[in-house]
DNA sequence: CAGAATTACGTTTCCCGTAATGATA
DNA sequence: TATCATTACGGGAAACGTAATTCTG
C-alpha cells in the first residue's frame, strides 16, 4: 500500500474510469490499472465493478474511499502544520 | 512522501535512535536515516535535533508525529474495514 | 470495428545494504 | 578511540510507457 495507490484509487473512482483518472493524474492507463489492482490484490477484496463503460464501485470499494480520502487529507494536514510550526511559505 | 517513511520516523521519533529503530524496523541505518532526511527535505523543515546521543524531536517533529500516528492508524482502519465489508480473514 | 481494461516487454529509476566518511567528546 | 549519523557506490527490484492482448456488443 502507498499513498500513490490510494490517490489513484481515488481518482478512478471518482471519474468511473481509469483513461480519464490517468489524464487527470498525469499518467497512462497501464500503471494506473496496475496501481488498482494492487490494491485489490492487497487488501484481499475486488473494489470496483468492471463494466462495458468503466469502473464502478463496489460496496468495499465505496467504504474504502472514505479512509482513502481521510488519508489523504490527513497528509495534506500534517504538511500544512509542520508548515505552520517552522512558519515555512510554499514561494519563500 | 510515503507511508514508509512515515513508519521510520514515528520509530526514529519513539527510539531516539537510527540504529535502535533501524533494528525495530528490519532495515540498516543508512536507509532509515535518508528516509528522514528525504521528509525533512520534503516538509522544508527539520524534525529532529542530531544530539551525540541520538535523535530529539523538535516542536516541528513533535506536531507531525501526532499526524504520522493517526495516518497510520487510518490506513489500518482502512484495511479492516474492506476486511469487514468483505468478509475476509487474516487466516483465509 | 469500437472502446474499455489488462498483460507483455524493455528501460529507467528507485532503494536497499556494505563500506567509507564526517562529526562529537 | 568510540559512537553516533550521513554519504558513496554497486546490484536487484519496482514502476513507468509503448505495444499487444482480451473482452464485450
Known amino acids: 500500500m502507498s499513498l500513490t495507490h490510494l490517490q489513484s484509487f ?3 473512482a471518482e471519474e468511473g474510469h481509469v483513461g480519464r483518472a490517468a489524464r487527470r493524474l498525469h499518467l497512462t492507463q497501464p500503471p494506473l490499472s496496475r496501481h488498482i489492482l494492487a490494491l485489490e490484490d ?19 470499494g465505496e467504504a ?5 480520502r481521510r488519508i489523504l487529507a490527513e497528509v495534506d494536514a500534517a504538511v500544512h502544520t509542520v508548515r505552520g510550526v517552522t512558519g515555512t511559505r510554499s514561494g519563500g
Open 42 to 60: 492487497e487488501l484481499g477484496a475486488r473494489l470496483f465493478e468492471r463494466t462495458r463503460s468503466g469502473m464502478r464501485l463496489l460496496p468495499a
Open 64 to 68: 474504502f474511499l472514505l479512509h482513502a
Open 10 to 12: 481515488v481518482a478512478v
